[in-house]
């Protein structure tokens, strides 16, 4: 469960249960002393990052209208501190209309000792979107601690891509994953049991396929790919490539008939 809080807004819903999770919105205008309790709001919300400190992270205030901050508690594994990651955003007129546009993300462990700021980001999402819908925790490459990704941008369909960010174990803090982003795993389903990754996409009306990863010394490595399209005005083909002596070879192909 998680809970966030605004000006006059609550809500509530599920997310995965690695997330132990209390989300903060906070909205502060660009004329903060116009709306009292508002402020008090923020102040008292963002008082449990204020102690790790925004001006050492080296952090910069957006110079925008409406500032805004998600944070959430994160259990990476039983036996490691919490985490604490904070997503700066903005919203309208520096994000369309209804959206929210975050720019910044920092992964903090609760004791201290690990910090992680990650700027340059533009991750786009619907602000009222709850935070499983756009944050995601659980593990991304199967080695028994909790990973995070936040989505990159949505879309009418399936094809949804994403930030990803990997806990590493031995420097005991967060990063960016940027092979697992240039891999485009779009739409991802991380399957535990068979340590595998499938993405899918839809490229247009009958035109779609599904991609299987595995990891290769934690990289992404396409090992099949299942690809549909039309073929003529009534048909359907769908093709099969699988990873065979480091080559994509088609290993079957299938037709459909289509009214």
């Known amino acids: 469960m998680y809970s966030t809080k605004g000006s006059g807004m609550a809500s509530s819903g599920m997310i995965f249960g690695v997330l132990l999770i209390t989300a903060f919105l906070c909205c502060c205008g ?10 008090q709001l923020c102040e008292r919300e963002l008082a449990p990052f204020d102690s790790i400190g925004i001006e050492e992270s080296g952090i910069n205030e957006p110079s925008v209208a409406s500032p805004g901050l998600t944070q959430c508690t994160l259990s990476v594994h039983s036996d490691l501190e919490l985490f604490e990651i904070s997503l700066y955003w903005v919203g309208p007129p520096d994000a369309a209309p209804g959206f929210r546009l975050a720019h910044t993300l920092t992964a903090a462990s609760l004791d201290g000792d690990s910090m992680a700021v990650f700027e340059g980001l533009a991750s786009n999402y619907n602000e009222n979107s709850e935070l499983g819908g756009y944050f995601i925790a659980e593990d991304m490459n199967f080695d028994g601690y909790t990973d995070f990704r936040l989505m990159e941008s949505p879309s009418a369909g399936p094809n949804t891509c994403w930030y990803f960010w ?94």
Do not use: C, W
Request: proline share 5%; glycine share 6%; charged share 25%.
């Open 166 to 259: 990997l806990f590493d174990p031995d420097t005991g803090t967060f990063f960016r994953s940027m092979e697992y982003e240039e891999s485009r795993l779009i739409s991802p389903e991380f399957d535990q049991n068979n340590r595998t990754i499938k993405s899918f996409h839809r490229d247009g009306m009958g035109m779609y396929g599904r991609e299987h990863y595995t990891l290769e010394n934690g990289h992404p490595l396409l090992v099949r790919s299942e690809q549909t399209e039309f073929q003529g005005p009534d048909s359907l083909i769908t093709t099969v490539t699988e990873l065979i002596n480091d080559a994509m070879i088609v290993t079957e192909q299938s037709v459909q008939i289509v009214n």
């Open 30 to 39: 660009d004329a903060p002393h116009q709306n009292a309790g508002t402020e």
